[in-house]
């Protein structure tokens, strides 16, 4: 079974840091990271996804959608498969 948590963060340019701040935090119950954003030559979104892979205690899991979830901008969607 893996535990999959997926990041919606709305303003990556005032949040990200924060958002980075926390996962850092968390490295050792991430397995997996992939973080998407939309960019080209001539802009950069906003927006981003983050899809994390987690390996860590229910409690461990938990603690860190708290904190993500603390963050105004971003949203957050736990998946267990």
Do not use: W, Y
């Not at 340019?13 to 490295?27: E, F, M, P, T």
């Not at 892979?53 to 949203?75: F, H, M, Q, T």
Request: glycine content about 4%; hydrophobic content about 40%.
């Amino acid at each position: 079974m893996a535990n999959i948590l997926i990041l919606s963060v709305e303003s990556r340019n005032k949040d990200a840091l924060k958002v980075q701040q926390v996962l850092s935090k968390a490295g050792c119950i991430i397995k997996t990271r992939l973080g998407i954003h939309e960019a080209s030559e001539d802009s950069c979104s906003d927006k981003g996804l983050i899809i994390l892979e987690l390996a860590g205690k229910p409690s461990e899991i938990k603690s860190l959608i708290s904190k993500i979830d603390a963050i105004k901008s971003v949203k957050t969607k736990f998946v267990k498969i």
